[in-house]
């Protein structure tokens, strides 16, 4: 496997923070692309959180591969340099509230100046237009914002927020494709050109099921359904007891139903009244998880869950993260790998879940110091002078 991997050749200004940004830019970094991340003076607000117990992970996760610069934007020999990276890259990727690169005078009217073929991606909470532009944007508020929190949860108590970051990743990924696609469109007719992805826009379609059972009662249903389909469209679905913790089972139509009841030696229940198809089924909801939930309590879950794949029922045993980080089959993929990283110990880090037909997936290169790489980009690829460089330091615009 010899091929060069996509985006070989390609260089991207990365003005990325926290997880929305940074993520896009670490798909680029793990396709081939050059990154340059560049941070200011104290550095981005992830690496701040280093000084929190394991909040230095994160950073870890998604800036592996990049190269790291610091510079002063707010200076105006900062935005000089910045324009001269510009000049001679691909991408530029932001983060930022919508306006703030607008307002340094370094927004994508001002770039495209400098570089014509700029494609210049930029993320947000609720997008660079309409009313709410302007509304602080993290993923809780955004999750709030969106609905996401009010179909997590359990119908009988308050809201929850989704465990993950779903808004800040959802909206990463979108902007990588986002730009991709303008990367594509360059290709024909040589020019770049802006995009943007709100995170609020970018997960609203996984609500779908919800939205399904809100048009479907008029509005009327309870919207947290716990662990059931969040259409209330599926039986058996559900997260059910075993004797050492939980296994998740759905079944997806009859045959999948079938097999089920093979496994739990409960043919005879195939032809009752009540089951028979999946409209009954999800009439009985309550009897089908009381009927799943008597027979998985008895069993371990991994026994569990080999019986019931011996049956091809689709279900998991429910993981800690301790199993997941020590996934074999993801460290066979080298989705994941140990890494003693320079800075932060040895840690389990991610490759890109996006992979390249005969190109071998990219070691991992872990992320470095604040302004480790300035010499090289500043130097060597800039071309500045050791004075001037020493210049830039003394004047703190790196």
Not at 12 to 32: E, H, K, S
Not at 182 to 196: H, I
Not at 326 to 353: F, I, Q, T
């Amino acid at each position: 496997m010899s091929r060069p991997l996509p985006l070989s050749g390609i260089t991207v200004v990365d003005l990325g923070q926290i997880y929305n940004g940074p993520y896009c830019t670490f798909l680029m970094a793990m396709a081939g692309a050059k990154v340059i991340k560049i941070e200011s003076r104290g550095g981005e607000h992830l690496r701040r959180r280093s000084v929190v117990g394991g909040a230095a992970l994160p950073f870890a996760m998604l800036n592996s591969n990049k190269t790291f610069v610091t510079l002063n934007l707010k200076s105006e020999k900062g935005k000089e340099l910045l324009k001269e990276m510009v000049r001679r890259a691909d991408i530029l990727i932001e983060n930022f509230a919508p306006g703030t690169m607008q307002r340094l005078g370094l927004g994508f009217d001002d770039l495209v100046k400098e570089n014509p073929r700029l494609i210049y991606g930029a993320g947000s909470g609720y997008g660079t237009s309409g009313p709410n532009k302007d509304y602080p944007a993290m993923d809780l508020t955004v999750q709030a914002m969106a609905g996401v929190m009010n179909v997590t949860g359990f119908a009988d108590r308050p809201p929850v927020k989704a465990g993950p970051a779903l808004c800040d990743f959802f909206g990463g990924v979108h902007l990588y494709g986002a730009v991709m696609t303008a990367l594509f469109e360059r290709e024909r007719t040589g020019l770049g050109r802006q995009v943007e992805v709100s995170m609020q826009e970018a997960v609203y379609p996984s609500l779908s099921s919800n939205l399904g059972l809100y048009f479907g009662s008029k509005g009327t249903a309870v919207p947290r359904t716990g662990n059931r389909h969040g259409g209330l469209a599926e039986a058996p679905y559900n997260v059910y007891p075993t004797q050492d913790g939980h296994i998740a089972i759905i079944c997806v139509g009859e045959k999948h139903w079938h097999s089920l009841l093979k496994a739990m030696n409960r043919t005879d229940l195939v032809t009752h009244p009540s089951y028979q198809n999946l409209k009954l089924r999800v009439d009985h909801m309550e009897e089908i998880d009381e009927l799943v939930s008597a027979f998985t309590h008895i069993h371990k879950k991994q026994d569990l869950f080999n019986l019931l794949m011996q049956h091809k029922v689709p279900c998991a045993p429910v993981r800690d993260l301790g199993e997941v980080v020590n996934d074999a089959h993801m460290h066979e993929r080298k989705a994941l790998e140990w890494v003693d990283h320079p800075m932060y110990g040895r840690v389990c880090l991610m490759n890109s879940a996006m992979r390249y037909q005969d190109s071998e997936t990219i070691a991992l290169v872990p992320s470095g110091e604040l302004g480790s790489n300035n010499q090289e980009v500043y130097g060597e690829w800039l071309g500045l002078s050791k004075e001037q460089i020493q210049g830039l330091l003394k004047e703190e615009v790196i």
